[in-house]
Every structure is written in structure tokens, then in C-alpha cells.
């Protein structure tokens, strides 16, 4: 194959699918070719095949599915699955009742299925025992009334499997315990297999948030079979795997920079990583449902989402912070702040003090340049802080926990290959606590500060 032909490869005629003949695309975030149409994934090189996203559920129900029904919302737009023996009154997602009964219309076949072990009375006991661990949260979060409605759902998740390559690059550093410090640049390969990685299916529902109640235990993964359906609600996937290819493929780059700092935190004392590309093969996915308690709160008109992991019964949500709390945070964020500028303006009155000779009035002198400095900073620190009191009150929510790492889905079973090729970059030395590059290796001395200066002037 030529130059041309290599071209020829990526240009607007000829990027066709091998297996469909349908335009391919590439997507940066997996390094790979990919078909939406049928969801091969190609090299880019060769187009040869390295991975195969299938879709589901596209063809019309069958007499197998006739024991199961859907729920339409005339309002959110939300599609539920359950058996002809369990009812919805209301929407769990927008509240509203508007709920249509029909036949099921397509295909609702998952792979794989976690029954649910948490009931609704453990869910709310474990959510109200997680909210007790946040500061301020409105009373009517816990509210008996308000969980009530929470509702029993089986999530659709894609768990995808892959051969991953990434690229990472960065800095590292190593204290030579002599007040020096040798620099490198980070340069790695590494290659690792991740297995059952998942990926919540649902638009209507926060992928941060199922991330907070991951993992599940997959030892209690059977085969789907409706049997488990009845009493729950199972949520039918609106997200295919083809369609979240940059949040899989952003999910495993972090994975292979967490790598890179487990295996060098034995070399670095200091190490600062980042993903400088990667691709990855072998794609896979099973289509499976997994336990969630779910509830939609609306609170002063906004939506917060709550959840309970139906398997483990981990509990996590998006919440607010009463505003008593907030203001008491920000009564905090003043006094925080305020022994700073009393310290800052103190210092400035004393260098203004300093010009009197007769050192009897120095005292006056200074009390006067503390107030009129005091008043004068009032106009930078006003703004100051209300510019902080405004941060403060917009991200007054309760912290949700983050997604587990990848020691939950790395296949320990396989090799991990990791392609080392670090270099020396120069040597530093530490000067007050901080780093200060010097390549002459001549060490800086330390300098006198202006606040040094004033005390010696005045204690002389």
C-alpha cells in the first residue's frame, strides 16, 4: 500500500464499513474506526476489525414477551418494563402520574441481571443513614412522605470488556534527601485488560450518581430471566454503548493514569500524570440490569436525585444544604478570611507609623494609619468576599462520592505491560519549602522579607 492509498483510506468516498458498507467514523477518544450503523470498530491502519458493539433490543417483541408490559410518561417521555402483575401510578423520574399502559412494543432481552437483596426499608434506612453523615440537609429529605415514592428500578448498564493502550506522559520527582531534587519526564506505555466495566444506559438518570453507588458484587450475576421482574420497574436503555464511546474511552484513560501512579509510587517521591493518547481493541459489551432504589426530590424548584444500591445498599444523592447551614458557612468564610486582612492592614499602618521620629506618639500614629487603612482595604475586601459568599452559596450541595477505581475492574488474570521510558530532565533544590530550579546546582540564599524588615527597624 502506498502513500495514496493511505489517504485514500480516510477520505469521504472510501471510509466505508467493511462489514456494512456504511460510513465509519473515527473516534479519538478510543483511538479506533466506528461504525454506528452496525458498531464494528476497525484500526484506523488496516481497518481491521478490532471489536464489535452490538445493538439490542431494535426488533419487535415476540409471544415470549407477552407476560411483560411498558409504562409510557406523557410527560418526561420515560419508558418502564414490568410484568402485566405490577402497576405504576406515578412517574418515579418527573413525579407525574400520566402513565400510559400498552403491550410491550420492542424486545427487552439483557444478558445478565443483579436481583435485588436491599429491601425498601433497608433503602431508606440506609439513605437516612447516609444523610445523617452530611451536614445541613433540609429536613424534608428525610421525610417518611417524601421516601415513600422511592421506587425500585433495574438500571440498564453496559458492562464493556477491552484491551486498553495508553500513552501517559508527565513528571516525576525524586528528593535526594541532600536539599536537592531530581526531575524526570515520564514516558509509558502501558497495556492492561479491564472486565465488566460499567456504564449506566439512562439518560434520565445521573451517570455521577450511579457512579457514586458503584461497585456491584458481580458474584451475584445470573442470566436474565423475568422472574426477577415482578414487584420492580426496569428501565429500558436510551444510551447504546456506541453512543457513550467518549465517556468509555475517558473512563479508561483514567484508568491507565492511576496505573502509571500505583506502579511509580515506589520510584517517585512527587509524580503528575496525563493521558497522551490511547486506543483500545478487543471491545466487548453485555447488556445487563443491576438494583437501584430511585427517587426524583423537588425542592424549591429544583430536581435532586437520590439512589441506593439494590444489591449493596450504598446510598448517595445530589442534595442541598439548608440555608441555616449556609449561613453559617458563611459566617465561617468571613472569620476565615477577616484575621488576614486585619494582619495585612496592621502591617501597612506600622510601615506608615514608621516615618514618625519621636517615637512617643508611634502609638497614636499607628492606631490612626490601622483605621484609615482599614477603611481603605474595605473596598478591596468587601468585594472580595462577597465574590466568595456567592461561590459559596452556588455550590452549597452535599458531595457525591466518586466512581471506584480501577482496581474494581482491571482482569488481574491477564498481564499488565507497562513500556518504561523515563528520562532525566535536571536537578532542583528546595528553597523555603518550594522547589526552585537551579541547573548550576549553586544553592540560593535565603531572603529577607519586608515584614522582617519592618520589625527589625522598629525593635532596633
Given at each position: ?114 436481583p435485588f437483596k436491599v429491601s425498601k426499608e433497608q433503602a431508606i434506612k440506609n439513605y437516612r443513614a447516609w444523610v ?295 536537578i532542583s533544590i528546595k528553597v523555603e519549602g518550594s522547589d526552585q530550579e537551579d541547573r548550576s546546582m549553586f544553592r540560593l540564599k535565603k531572603r529577607t522579607t519586608l515584614l522582617e ?8
Amino acid at each position: 500500500m502506498n502513500w495514496n492509498d493511505d489517504v485514500d483510506i480516510f477520505s469521504a468516498n472510501s471510509a466505508k464499513c467493511p462489514g456494512c458498507g456504511s460510513n465509519i467514523f473515527f473516534n479519538e477518544k478510543i483511538g479506533r474506526l466506528v461504525c454506528s450503523f452496525c458498531g464494528g470498530i476497525f484500526t484506523p491502519e488496516t481497518l481491521e476489525p478490532t471489536g464489535y458493539i452490538e445493538k439490542r433490543d431494535i426488533d419487535e417483541a415476540g409471544e415470549e414477551e407477552n407476560n411483560k408490559q411498558e409504562f409510557v410518561c406523557d410527560t418526561c417521555g420515560a419508558t418502564l418494563v414490568t410484568d402485566y402483575n405490577t402497576s405504576a401510578t406515578f412517574c418515579a423520574f418527573c413525579g407525574s402520574p400520566s402513565l400510559l399502559g400498552r403491550r410491550l412494543t420492542k424486545q427487552f432481552r439483557p444478558d445478565l441481571i443483579i436481583p435485588f437483596k436491599v429491601s425498601k426499608e433497608q433503602a431508606i434506612k440506609n439513605y437516612r443513614a447516609w444523610v445523617a453523615t452530611q451536614r445541613g440537609v433540609p429536613k424534608a429529605f428525610t421525610e417518611s412522605a417524601t421516601l415513600e415514592k422511592i421506587t425500585g428500578f433495574y438500571i440498564p448498564f453496559w458492562m464493556i470488556d477491552a484491551d486498553c493502550t495508553t500513552l501517559v506522559g508527565g513528571t516525576g520527582q525524586i528528593d535526594n534527601g541532600d536539599n536537592t531534587i531530581a526531575n524526570f519526564f515520564i514516558d509509558r506505555t502501558i497495556r492492561f485488560h479491564v472486565t465488566k466495566v460499567p456504564f449506566d444506559g439512562c439518560k434520565k438518570i445521573s451517570d455521577i450518581l450511579m457512579e457514586a453507588i458503584e461497585p456491584f458484587d458481580y458474584k451475584d450475576l445470573v442470566p436474565y430471566n423475568d422472574l426477577y421482574l415482578p414487584g420492580f420497574y426496569a428501565q429500558r436503555y436510551d444510551k447504546s454503548a456506541i453512543d457513550m464511546l467518549d465517556v468509555i474511552g475517558i473512563r479508561l484513560d483514567s484508568y491507565a493514569e492511576n496505573l502509571v501512579k500505583q506502579f511509580s509510587a515506589s520510584e517517585y517521591d512527587k509524580i503528575t500524570t496525563s493521558s497522551a493518547g490511547s486506543f483500545a481493541d478487543n471491545f466487548s459489551q453485555l447488556y445487563a440490569l443491576l438494583p437501584v432504589w430511585f427517587l426524583n426530590i423537588k425542592y424549591e424548584d429544583k430536581t435532586y436525585s437520590i439512589a441506593v444500591n439494590g444489591q449493596t445498599g450504598e446510598a448517595s444523592g445530589s442534595l442541598p444544604i439548608s440555608k441555616a447551614q449556609v449561613n453559617a458557612n458563611v459566617v465561617k468564610e468571613v472569620f476565615r478570611w477577616l484575621p488576614l486582612y486585619l494582619c495585612v492592614t496592621a502591617v501597612v499602618a506600622a510601615l506608615f507609623a514608621l516615618v514618625s521620629i519621636d517615637r512617643g506618639i508611634y502609638l497614636q500614629l499607628f492606631l490612626m494609619m490601622f483605621g484609615m487603612t482599614s477603611l481603605a482595604g474595605l473596598t478591596v475586601f468587601i468585594p472580595f468576599i462577597r465574590k466568595k459568599v456567592r461561590f459559596l452559596k452556588f455550590n452549597q450541595t452535599v458531595t457525591i462520592d466518586k466512581a471506584p477505581g480501577v482496581e474494581e475492574y482491571i482482569d488481574y488474570s491477564g498481564k499488565i505491560d507497562m513500556e518504561k521510558k523515563d528520562l532525566f530532565s535536571h536537578i532542583s533544590i528546595k528553597v523555603e519549602g518550594s522547589d526552585q530550579e537551579d541547573r548550576s546546582m549553586f544553592r540560593l540564599k535565603k531572603r529577607t522579607t519586608l515584614l522582617e524588615l519592618i520589625l527589625r527597624q522598629f525593635f532596633k
